[in-house]
């Protein structure tokens, strides 16, 4: 008679401590499958172990395509090229580990929940395209491919206006990371060790750290970029081009590169900086490295914070003969709010809008920009 062991383990899956079954056998996983007990939201290890008889192993979990939620489920280790189960999985994390034959994932159709990309080397796109129709949380980690895409697009925001991608510990050479549809909101690039040219195309973060990339020469995209809030671009010694990036707040620069020729683009003046000067100078330092610098026409205006729940503060560079008008428009191109602007600094209160994405015009003389601002719970 054959014995199958059930294995209680404590692991901590993106930060959180919960108790974890690990499933070898499909004997194990069917049983499972017949009792399982999602009010506990229980969380699930299935794992190839190749210590066991061919015959022993989990070869398919089919019978978990009826279940709907789990607080964690991990696949480790198999050889499969599609995970088409699944499909019916809304909530929860959901982990692909070493699985190095996967080039498709058919299943987790319905997942809105936190996805995790753990060494599966045979993807074209992380996320795979068509597998996913929203995420909160989005990790590819220990990715070892020459150049890796992460291309976003197809995944529309998450009930939360909220998004997490991690890019950590891969051994590509080059990444590219797409977002045309702004649905990250944060974003950490961190310890790619052999990871040298990086290029980013979105229009909105909220937070971004690009950090202990030990190997990181060149930083390249955000043509698009509208605001980004609480930037961190730090601790990568090798880091000599890159994109400096405008409508910033908060930023921190550090650990660049002194050598020759050296070149760091502006495309627009920051705000609370009156000069090209002030946003170089802020947290960087540049030995007496000579600095030239293209300033192209300047934003007439500059708010903060961003995102805000309740009030922004703006300020107009100038007055012009006419007082300044401001308007708010919704994504859908509605005008949900106008203000005349009298005076430099105006502070704004926004605490009736809905949460969501919003557009701030100013007008101001002949000058006229604009900009997307995030309201808050």
Not at 128 to 133: H, I, L, Q, S, Y
Not at 222 to 229: A, G, K, L, Y
Not at 351 to 368: D, F, M, Q, T, W
Request: aromatic share 8%; glycine share 6%.
């Amino acid at each position: 008679m054959k014995k199958y062991i059930f294995v209680l383990a404590f692991c901590v899956p993106f930060g959180f401590l919960r108790a974890q079954l690990i499933i070898t056998t499909q004997y194990m996983a069917d049983s499972i499958a017949l009792q399982m007990d999602t009010v506990n939201e229980a969380a699930y290890i299935f794992r190839n172990d190749t210590a066991l008889p061919l015959n022993d192993r989990i070869s398919d979990l089919s019978g978990f395509i009826w279940m709907r939620k789990c607080n964690v489920i991990e696949l480790d280790g198999f050889d499969w090229k599609d995970m088409p189960w699944f499909t019916n999985l809304r909530a929860g994390t959901f982990s692909l580990k070493n699985m190095n034959q996967l080039d498709t994932v058919s299943g987790l159709g319905q997942m809105n929940g936190a996805l995790a990309i753990d060494g599966c080397n045979s993807l074209k796109f992380y996320p795979p395209k068509g597998a996913f129709k929203t995420l909160m949380y989005f990790e590819c980690i220990n990715i070892n491919i020459p150049q890796m895409k992460i291309d976003l697009l197809g995944l529309k925001p998450h009930s939360t206006n909220r998004m997490t991608l991690i890019v950590k510990k891969n051994e590509s050479t080059r990444i590219e990371i797409s977002d045309p549809e702004s649905v990250c909101t944060t974003l950490r690039v961190e310890e790619n060790k052999n990871l040298k040219s990086l290029h980013i195309e979105s229009s909105e973060f909220i937070n971004l750290k690009i950090s202990r990339n030990l190997n990181l020469e060149k930083i390249t995209g955000f043509t698009r970029t509208d605001s980004i809030f609480n930037n961190g671009i730090l601790d990568n010694p090798k880091l000599s081009d890159m994109c400096v990036l405008r409508n910033a707040l908060n930023n921190k620069y550090k650990q660049l590169s002194s050598n020759e020729k050296q070149n760091y683009p502006l495309a627009r003046n920051a705000p609370g900086a009156n000069s090209y000067q002030e946003m170089m100078a802020y947290d960087c330092t540049l030995g007496n490295e000579e600095l030239t610098v293209e300033a192209p026409e300047i934003r007439p205006f500059a708010f903060y914070p961003n995102p805000s729940n309740g009030v922004i503060n703006l300020r107009l560079n100038e007055m012009g003969s006419a007082h300044a008008v401001l308007r708010i428009v919704n994504l859908m191109g509605e005008i949900v709010s106008v203000h005349e602007l009298t005076q430099l600094e105006t502070e704004l209160d926004i605490s009736r809008l809905r949460a969501g994405h919003y557009l701030i015009n100013v007008r101001n003389g002949e000058k006229n920009a604009t900009s997307r601002f995030v309201k808050l719970d």
